[in-house]
């Protein structure tokens, strides 16, 4: 197996694979058990496993599109399809989350056929069981990329599914109250949805080469101009390939003395080594070009 399998990638990767199949299976059960009993819940909660599917399946095409190598035409190989990839599972989950609201509102104001409680109990916890199972294993890898976080959200989401056919079950089978689980849906709905429009401003605030909200873009200049020699920074930026791969860039305008006495390197290690290390945000692909202070060169884009 080549090198670059292994380490968080390929365990990223692992993760996201059991969790499809756990998804997939659970996906089935649901069928069947909307088959069997009629319910509409059950069949509703199926429709969301089989966007859970999707998103999963996207995600895990989308890690495995990431770790490709660079080449001269995609210089960061294909790092940013994560971020595609996040996009596409939160317009997924609005949608369905949409969708749901709008059918449990309208379900709402209409006549519901009896159903067999005790079977759409069973049925929901056996996809809860599996939901929970995926959520294991994609939890400690959530933090680490927008497409973790997404696939961890679409999961988390189909849990609290399945908790709210569990609850609609339990009160159809202990009081008869039949609109129980478009209540339960609406409120779903209402979870899902704000967590999937974070998570795709996240994905567009990537795209749009958006400062990190974890960066504090003027404590960085101010410790970046802190170090020895160094006058002034300008044209400074830091943005992210994807979400785990924040850049930075700026042009630093040095003592006349650092080129004249051979000091530049030393002076440009440091810069790079205060932005890798003194932040929340570890930058390990930082670019900095360095001006005499009796040439700097001009700021071109102006800065709050």
Not at 187 to 212: H, M, Q, S
Not at 285 to 304: D, K, N
Request: aromatic letters at 4%; hydrophobic letters at 55%; a negative charge.
């Amino acid at each position: 197996m080549p090198a670059h399998e292994h380490g968080p990638a390929g365990a990223a990767r692992s993760r996201l694979a059991i969790a499809l199949g756990i998804t997939l299976a659970v996906l089935v059960a649901e069928l069947v058990g909307a088959w069997l009993t009629g319910s509409l819940a059950l069949l509703t909660d199926a429709a969301h496993m089989v966007t859970d599917a999707v998103g999963l399946g996207i995600a895990l095409g989308a890690a495995a599109a990431a770790s490709s190598r660079p080449n001269d035409r995609r210089t960061w190989g294909l790092r940013r399809v994560e971020v595609v990839a996040a996009m596409a599972q939160a317009l997924l989950l609005i949608g369905v989350a949409v969708y749901v609201v709008i059918e449990a509102v309208r379900r709402l104001g209409g006549t519901r056929a009896e159903l067999p409680a005790a079977e759409l109990f069973g049925f929901a916890v056996v996809g809860l069981v599996g939901n929970l199972a995926a959520i294991a294993v994609l939890a400690s890898g959530r933090a680490r990329s927008l497409n973790a976080r997404a696939a961890f959200l679409e999961v988390v989401g189909d849990a609290l599914g399945s908790v709210a056919v569990i609850v609609a079950a339990i009160v159809i089978w202990t009081t008869g109250f039949a609109a129980a689980d478009s209540i339960a849906a609406i409120l779903i709905g209402a979870f899902i949805l704000p967590r999937a429009l974070r998570l795709l401003w996240d994905a567009i605030a990537v795209v749009l080469e958006v400062t990190p909200k974890e960066l504090d873009l003027g404590a960085v200049r101010e410790h970046l101009e802190a170090v020895a020699d160094v006058r002034s920074v300008h044209d400074l930026h830091v943005s992210r390939i994807a979400s785990d791969l924040p850049v930075l860039t700026a042009h630093v305008v040095v003592a006349d003395s650092c080129f004249r006495e051979g000091r530049a390197p030393e002076v440009l290690a440091e810069l790079q080594h205060c932005v890798a290390s003194h932040f929340d945000v570890s930058i390990e692909h930082s670019t900095f070009q360095l001006e005499a202070e009796s040439r700097p060169g001009e700021e071109h884009v102006t800065h709050a």
